[in-house]
């Protein structure tokens, strides 16, 4: 009787043991536009346009980042300007918890905020963290695996403490201190905060060059092994997505961010196509096999190195899109073929296909033909108002790298799978969700 009891109980724990392992959690949280009322960085004096204007010119440095990070794959975080990027996130690190506005970033992966003491850092309007009131805060040793997993960035510090530098490209701006875990715990807009125990983050002691006093850290939401979607794994399953308001919403709705059983993209619409790794391996390939304007269809047409599988990123940091130079040629003079009415320059030099009375634009629907998978953009996706009788192509060409931009994104249920490797898109109005 002893015995079956004994074997019950085992294979009860067994059971549970898996089940509890096998747990996914889901859990959806806000994301704040740089430029919505609701950020940090809002400044209520400039116009929308204007907003637009540095939106743009941050695309265009991101698109420097990207190509920095290609060319010297090792140096992982090249000439990302943090607080410079689009959208931010609020999350607490300690016990009892501290929170952070940062910016959430698919194209880094360290997390990392200044902590005391800091030695020459910038400042900052939020309080430093002290890692000293935090029960749960600790510093990784050299052997810990997030140190490895830092690479070049990281090396072995006194007492085997495990410290990361990581230098922003520009000679001057950096950020470095100890590789660190804790607690982290993010909001949740559906009930409680969700908490997880042991998550790595830089602790930053020192930082260099001139940062906005708004930026707290950067959350990073890449594919290396450091960014917090690859650390949550075994709670998320490698499952996240987001859903991207217009920029031009007047709602009070926000961006949201999906993890875990939250994070799936399926249904009625939903088409994928694979997740290509690439080198490094933060950022996030697509295949994109050609573009349709209306009925005329124009193929790829990039650099050679880049036509193996891995021709174009996807990013929520950056706004537009980057197409090569005769690809985007061919389907600007498609789109200008289509639409009834008279080119005009913009002012600014910022995009180069524009047109005024865009309330009588008839612009045709592109279809963008990644692997497996064809989305189709509507007008809010491919024009913008770039003032006030100014309507313009959001897609430029690039001679470095390609990317996929936010604008092409919006009112899609954007999903990542990184265990499957795969990215669906599902067209959804996400000023509803």
Same mark, same amino acid.
């Given at each position: 009787?002893?015995?079956?009891?004994?074997?019950?109980?085992?294979?009860?724990?067994?059971?549970?043991?898996?089940?509890?392992?096998?747990?996914?959690?889901?859990?959806?949280?806000?994301?704040?536009?740089?430029?919505?009322?609701?950020?940090?960085?809002?400044?209520?004096?400039?116009?929308?346009?204007?907003?637009?204007?540095? !939106?743009?010119?941050?695309?265009?440095?991101?698109?420097?980042?990207?190509?920095?990070?290609? !060319?010297?794959?090792?140096?992982?975080?090249?000439?990302?300007?943090?607080?410079?990027?689009?959208?931010?996130?609020?999350?607490?690190?300690?016990?009892?918890?501290?929170?952070?506005?940062?910016?959430?970033?698919?194209?880094?992966?360290?997390?990392?905020?200044?902590?005391?003491?800091?030695?020459?850092?910038?400042?900052?309007?939020?309080?430093?963290?002290?890692?000293?009131?935090?029960?749960?805060?600790?510093?990784?040793?050299?052997?810990?695996?997030?140190?490895?997993?830092?690479?070049?960035?990281?090396?072995?510090?006194?007492?085997?403490?495990?410290?990361?530098?990581?230098?922003? +490209?520009?000679?001057?701006?950096?950020?470095?201190?100890?590789?660190?875990?804790?607690?982290?715990?993010?909001?949740?807009?559906?009930?409680?905060?969700?908490?997880?125990?042991?998550? !790595?983050?830089?602790?930053?002691?020192?930082?260099?060059?001139?940062?906005?006093?708004?930026?707290?850290?950067?959350? +990073?939401?890449?594919?290396?092994?450091?960014?917090?979607?690859?650390?949550?794994?075994?709670?998320?399953?490698?499952?996240?997505?987001?859903?991207?308001?217009?920029?031009?919403?007047?709602?009070?709705?926000?961006?949201?961010?999906?993890? +875990?059983?939250?994070?799936?993209?399926? +249904?009625?619409?939903?088409?994928?196509?694979?997740?290509?790794?690439?080198?490094?391996?933060?950022?996030?390939?697509?295949?994109?096999?050609?573009?349709?304007?209306?009925?005329?269809?124009?193929?790829?047409?990039?650099?050679? !190195?880049?036509?193996?599988?891995?021709? /174009?990123?996807?990013?929520?940091?950056?706004?537009?899109?980057?197409?090569?130079?005769?690809?985007?040629?061919?389907?600007?003079?498609?789109?200008?073929?289509?639409?009834?009415?008279?080119?005009?320059?913009?002012?600014?030099?910022?995009?180069?296909?524009?047109?005024?009375?865009?309330?009588?634009?008839?612009?045709?629907? /592109?279809?963008?033909?990644?692997?497996?998978?064809?989305?189709?953009?509507?007008?809010?996706?491919?024009?913008?108002?770039?003032?006030?009788?100014?309507?313009?192509?959001?897609?430029?060409?690039?001679?470095?790298?390609?990317?996929?931009?936010?604008?092409?994104?919006?009112?899609?249920?954007?999903?990542?799978?990184?265990?499957?490797?795969?990215?669906?898109?599902?067209?959804?109005?996400?000023?509803?969700?």
């Amino acid at each position: 009787m002893k015995c079956l009891i004994f074997t019950l109980v085992v294979i009860f724990l067994a059971h549970f043991c898996e089940h509890s392992d096998a747990e996914i959690e889901g859990f959806t949280t806000d994301l704040i536009s740089h430029d919505s009322a609701r950020s940090p960085f809002y400044n209520p004096s400039e116009t929308k346009y204007q907003r637009l204007q540095k !939106a743009f010119h941050r695309s265009i440095l991101r698109g420097n980042h990207f190509s920095a990070m290609t !060319a010297s794959p090792n140096d992982i975080q090249s000439d990302v300007i943090p607080g410079r990027l689009e959208y931010l996130m609020n999350i607490s690190l300690g016990t009892p918890p501290v929170s952070m506005l940062g910016i959430a970033d698919t194209g880094s992966d360290l997390i990392w905020r200044q902590c005391r003491p800091c030695d020459n850092c910038y400042e900052q309007d939020e309080p430093l963290f002290d890692p000293e009131t935090s029960e749960t805060y600790k510093i990784l040793s050299c052997d810990n695996e997030f140190c490895g997993d830092l690479g070049q960035k990281g090396y072995c510090g006194n007492d085997n403490a495990c410290i990361y530098y990581y230098d922003y +490209g520009t000679g001057d701006r950096f950020t470095m201190g100890y590789l660190s875990s804790d607690t982290l715990t993010i909001g949740s807009t559906e009930g409680d905060p969700v908490s997880f125990p042991g998550v !790595a983050f830089g602790c930053a002691h020192r930082t260099g060059g001139t940062y906005p006093e708004k930026h707290v850290g950067l959350i +990073g939401l890449g594919g290396g092994a450091l960014s917090l979607v690859k650390q949550l794994d075994s709670q998320v399953g490698g499952q996240f997505s987001y859903c991207l308001i217009p920029l031009s919403s007047d709602s009070t709705a926000s961006s949201k961010i999906n993890f +875990g059983r939250n994070g799936v993209v399926s +249904g009625s619409g939903t088409v994928s196509t694979p997740l290509i790794r690439g080198t490094p391996d933060t950022i996030y390939y697509l295949k994109l096999e050609g573009m349709s304007v209306g009925s005329t269809r124009v193929e790829f047409n990039g650099f050679s !190195a880049q036509e193996e599988g891995n021709n /174009i990123v996807i990013d929520s940091g950056t706004t537009i899109t980057f197409l090569p130079p005769d690809m985007y040629s061919e389907v600007e003079s498609a789109l200008a073929t289509a639409i009834s009415g008279q080119p005009t320059s913009d002012p600014n030099g910022n995009f180069r296909l524009c047109y005024s009375g865009g309330s009588n634009l008839q612009v045709p629907t /592109i279809t963008v033909h990644f692997t497996g998978a064809d989305v189709q953009l509507s007008p809010l996706n491919t024009f913008i108002q770039a003032q006030e009788d100014l309507f313009c192509f959001t897609m430029i060409p690039s001679w470095d790298f390609f990317i996929f931009g936010n604008l092409a994104q919006v009112n899609f249920l954007v999903g990542y799978d990184l265990n499957n490797n795969m990215v669906s898109f599902k067209p959804t109005d996400c000023t509803k969700q």
